[in-house]
């Protein structure tokens, strides 16, 4: 038996921030990230129809980019104060998967974060708030999720929050907010739904439910990422869409290797944080090759190729096809192929250069980390230590992948 866990309700298009207006409640708490949702005139907007509602406003905003526990414990002490029955989470994945973790903690203030490291052993949750999620990004499909991504800063690690308690009751969905995102956001965003919906595709729990929001997602990432990331603004809005069913797939499917690795090298160097996006894209088409040597997963990844319309005969070259389709679009949306060159040239920051003494002289327990990572376990094809090892330096080399 399976289980398919989604929101209640989904409002999406334009204008569907005013569905906020409709919330029936007393008391809510937004959670919100950097300024540039106040600067939009979003934040005030979202807050206006919240008091429309009826409902007295709490505003915690600032929320940082990989959420750190220290973060959650600030909100969720918050909320005890404030005591809302709604939690309104408005940014990307960020300030999504905060808002969840602090609800935990306003739900439960004695619970210890191990516990909640625990995958599907959440507490009840409900008891005293519901949630509701506003993406502003195009990537993370936190709106819709049963995941958060919090980071420890003392151990250099990023825990995946797996729960379907913490999937939103109320996702928003309106392309409207995200229209002015920056070129380098709409790539590593769109490239993390991409590898989703790939990760979810060859998950050992995919189903008929999961597989085919995947592979919707994938055709409208495919066909619309690149005119995004130009400025086209129908492509932003149907990218906010593949995001959002890419989210949907994965939250039931579970995801895979890439971020396992994405999550433990993401905060495990003394540089800046690898951004979560720009990782994916990375470690993607490395890992397809790594995947592919199992002959089931390699002939679903051919199926992805099949749909993607990009030909070849043999289930060998239809991986290799796809692979270098993958490449392509790093190519297009000026992301590095390897970790050794993420920094480089002004794409992130020379802050971020990751030097290879580091890199190596932390292999063995990044390794050990991302295999002990909640996203392995479905994973179809299980690495050794040795195998990761040889997996992470072929990804910060960028070597071919031959075992």
């Not at 409207?176 to 490239?191: I, Y």
């Not at 085919?212 to 906010?240: E, V």
Request: hydrophobic residues 40%.
């Amino acid at each position: 038996m399976s289980r398919f866990t989604v929101p209640r309700d989904v409002y999406h298009g334009a204008g569907a921030l005013e569905n906020l207006k409709t919330l029936d409640g007393k008391k809510a708490f937004v959670a919100a990230g950097c300024k540039s949702m106040r600067e939009t005139g979003f934040l005030d907007k979202a807050i206006a129809y919240l008091k429309e509602a009826g409902m007295e406003v709490k505003l915690f905003d600032g929320i940082e980019p990989d959420p750190s526990i220290d973060t959650v414990k600030k909100g969720a002490a918050m909320m005890t104060e404030f005591a809302p029955d709604w939690i309104v989470a408005i940014g990307g994945g960020s300030t999504m998967d905060a808002a969840k973790a602090m609800w935990a903690f306003y739900e439960y203030p004695s619970v210890a974060f191990e516990e909640l490291c625990v995958p599907f052993h959440f507490p009840t949750l409900r008891t005293k708030a519901r949630f509701c999620a506003v993406a502003t990004t195009s990537g993370t499909g936190s709106e819709v999720t049963a995941f958060s991504i919090i980071t420890d800063n003392t151990k250099g690690i990023k825990y995946p929050l797996a729960d379907f308690n913490i999937t939103p009751d109320i996702a928003i969905v309106d392309p409207e907010l995200m229209a002015s995102m920056p070129k380098k956001l709409v790539a590593h965003t769109g490239m993390d739904a991409l590898t989703h919906a790939f990760e979810a595709y060859v998950s050992t729990v995919h189903d008929n439910y999961t597989d085919a929001l995947a592979l919707h997602a994938i055709k409208l990432i495919q066909n619309n990422l690149k005119k995004s990331f130009d400025g086209c603004p129908t492509a932003r809005a149907i990218m906010h869409d593949a995001s959002c069913l890419a989210g949907m797939s994965f939250s039931n499917a579970i995801l895979g290797i890439v971020h396992s690795m994405a999550h433990k090298t993401g905060a495990a160097y003394s540089t800046e944080h690898i951004i979560h996006g720009c990782a994916n894209a990375m470690y993607l088409p490395k890992v397809v090759k790594f995947n592919a040597k199992e002959e089931s997963t390699a002939i679903r990844y051919a199926e992805i190729a099949d749909f993607m319309g990009l030909g070849c005969t043999t289930t060998e070259e239809k991986v290799d096809a796809l692979v270098i389709e993958l490449r392509h679009m790093n190519d297009q949306l000026e992301i590095p192929q390897a970790i050794r060159n993420y920094g480089h040239g002004g794409v992130i920051s020379e802050k971020s250069v990751i030097p290879e003494e580091e890199f190596l002289s932390k292999l063995s327990v990044v390794a050990e980390n991302a295999i002990g990572d909640a996203c392995t376990g479905t994973n179809p094809r299980q690495p050794s230590q040795e195998e990761m090892e040889k997996l992470l330096k072929a990804v910060y080399y960028d070597l071919e992948i031959d075992f």
